[in-house]
């Protein structure tokens, strides 16, 4: 699986939109863009995923550059209770692949503050 | 639907000793993997069961086991504990593998090792 980096930490005012890069310049054709995010000690709470195409959710938006080397997820209105570390992501699709295992990195821990 | 759950959420054992951990997935859901997270080395890929079978492997000792029952319930076990097994135990459920099938995790097991 490609490897992900990401910014050890931002922050953000609560009310506006964080912007969270991710770069996976090694990224392969049908590897797929996972967006998840955990609050202190409780379990990894899934946002957003995509392969090509920019996605939306009630959650985010994920672009996703159109040569796939980078994303960017987007939380449009920051909440306090949005602090927590991302995780950006790629994991191998297609179909009946057995490759499904997510490979986390440190994240980027994002603070909003008031 | 109700989430991933797992069982128990918090543990203590001595080490030498051997503990077995649960995790009951989203209903219809067929995935069940496995990761450990310690403050040292993040979250890391234990292993992935779907339909019983397990279908991928991380980089562990084989003191760590686990297996998967027909109903998708899965169980992990950890035999002759050691200092450094201390972790939180994440199950996340899929409704089957590869990268366009999202997990979802639990809330984790809290293992403590004396």
């Known amino acids: 699986d490609a490897k992900t980096t990401q910014p050890p930490s931002m922050d953000c005012a609560e009310g506006r939109a964080a912007n969270l890069p991710c770069n996976h310049s090694?990224?392969?054709?049908?590897?797929?863009v996972y967006w998840y995010r955990q609050i202190h000690s409780q379990g990894p709470q899934y946002i957003i995923h995509g392969l090509k195409n920019n996605e939306t959710n009630e959650m985010a938006s994920l672009i996703i550059t159109e040569d796939r080397k980078s994303s960017t997820l987007i939380l449009p209105h920051a909440t306090l209770r949005d602090t927590a570390v991302y995780y950006c992501i790629v994991r191998v699709g297609g179909r009946g692949s057995t490759l499904g295992r997510l490979y986390f990195g440190r994240g980027t821990q994002l603070t909003v503050w008031p | 639907k109700a989430g991933v759950t797992q069982t128990p959420r918090y543990l203590i054992k001595t080490r030498g000793q051997q503990v077995t951990l649960s995790c009951s997935p989203i209903?219809?859901?067929?995935?069940v993997s496995w990761y450990q997270q310690t403050p040292g080395q993040g979250l890391q890929f234990l292993f992935e069961y779907f339909s019983e079978t397990q279908r991928n492997k991380g980089n562990f000792p084989g003191r760590f086991s686990g297996r998967q029952f027909s109903n998708s319930r899965s169980e992990m076990n950890v035999s002759t504990l050691e200092l450094g097994d201390s972790a939180l135990y994440l199950c996340?459920?899929?409704?089957?593998?590869?990268?366009?099938?999202?997990?979802?995790f639990g809330p984790g097991t809290r293992l403590t090792v004396l």
């Open positions: 090694t990224i392969s054709g049908n590897e797929y």
């Open positions: 996340a459920s899929s409704p089957g593998t590869g990268g366009r099938n999202e997990q979802f």
């Open positions: 209903s219809g859901h067929r995935s």
